[in-house]
């Protein structure tokens, strides 16, 4: 999209931020698209959706959103990981779009990956490293760096990840704050929960499979329904991200 339409989300995210702080604050920053319906529309933005079509096929759902947000000149990083490694869902036909709604560049902390990494399945180690957005701080260690390929963006741009590609971001270094938000994943219509319990937005084709908790859009900023479905959401969410982990963050 034009930058100057990414400039207008960033204006309403920072504006939901400064009417609901603890709705969108680090530790409350998954599913945010189920509270807030200018996050629900860009989630099924015919763009953003033809581009997942093109690799998941035409029925399609999501499964759940992240905002990664990296404040100027901080700390916050993104541990090299695999995505599919803690997402409880099969067979990986599904895809993670990462829209940049500030600049996404090597200062900024942008997502780098490891090419051709998605064909392995790596070990994980649960750090919880206290700068580290992930939750579990999960880290595929001996990672080559310099193979690593940034992928800067402008705002408005986005990149998609398969979702056994190893990748991660360095901290912000910048005078800016580095402002994405991951749509993970977009489901292709075989694509079943192999634990827990997933509450998915119906995108586009078939409705989704009944193994899934299919959820409405929100219909107004953190309404009590939107907010109680989030929550729901954010709780199942919770409880599959932490399978097995022997600590948990807030979420
Ligand atoms: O935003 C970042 O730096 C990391 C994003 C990420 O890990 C993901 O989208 O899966």
């Known amino acids: 999209m034009a930058e100057n339409e990414a400039a207008e989300l960033l204006r309403l995210l920072?504006?939901?931020?400064?009417?609901?702080?603890?709705e969108l604050h680090t530790e409350h920053r998954n599913n945010a698209h189920l509270a807030f319906p200018f996050l629900a529309d860009l989630a099924v933005d015919a763009r953003v959706v033809d581009a997942a079509e093109s690799l998941v096929g035409p029925d399609i759902s999501l499964s759940s959103s992240v905002l990664f947000i990296k404040e100027p000149d901080s700390a916050a990083f993104v541990s090299w990981h695999q995505d599919a490694f803690y997402i409880g869902l099969e067979p990986d036909n599904f895809v993670t779009a990462w829209i940049a709604l500030t600049p996404s560049t090597r200062a900024s902390g942008c997502v780098s990956v490891i090419p051709g990494s998605h064909g392995k399945r790596f070990r994980h180690l649960d750090t919880f490293g206290e700068d580290n957005m992930l939750t579990r701080g999960q880290t595929v260690a001996g990672v080559d760096g310099a193979a690593a390929v940034d992928l800067v963006l402008r705002a408005g741009q986005m990149s998609l990840h398969h979702p056994w590609l190893v990748h991660g971001s360095q901290p912000n270094r910048s005078g800016r704050r580095r402002v994405g938000i991951a749509m993970q994943s977009y489901l292709g219509a075989d694509v079943r929960p192999t634990r827990g319990d997933y509450h998915v937005l119906a995108v586009r084709g078939d409705k989704p499979h009944s193994s899934f908790t299919t959820v409405p859009p929100p219909t107004?900023?953190?309404?009590?329904?939107?907010?109680?479905?989030?929550?729901?959401?954010?709780?199942a969410l919770s409880a599959v991200l932490y399978d097995g982990a022997g600590q948990t963050r807030a979420l």
């Open 14 to 22: 920072e504006e939901a931020e400064t009417h609901h702080p603890t």
């Open 220 to 235: 107004a900023d953190v309404d009590p329904a939107g907010a109680a479905v989030r929550a729901a959401a954010n709780l």
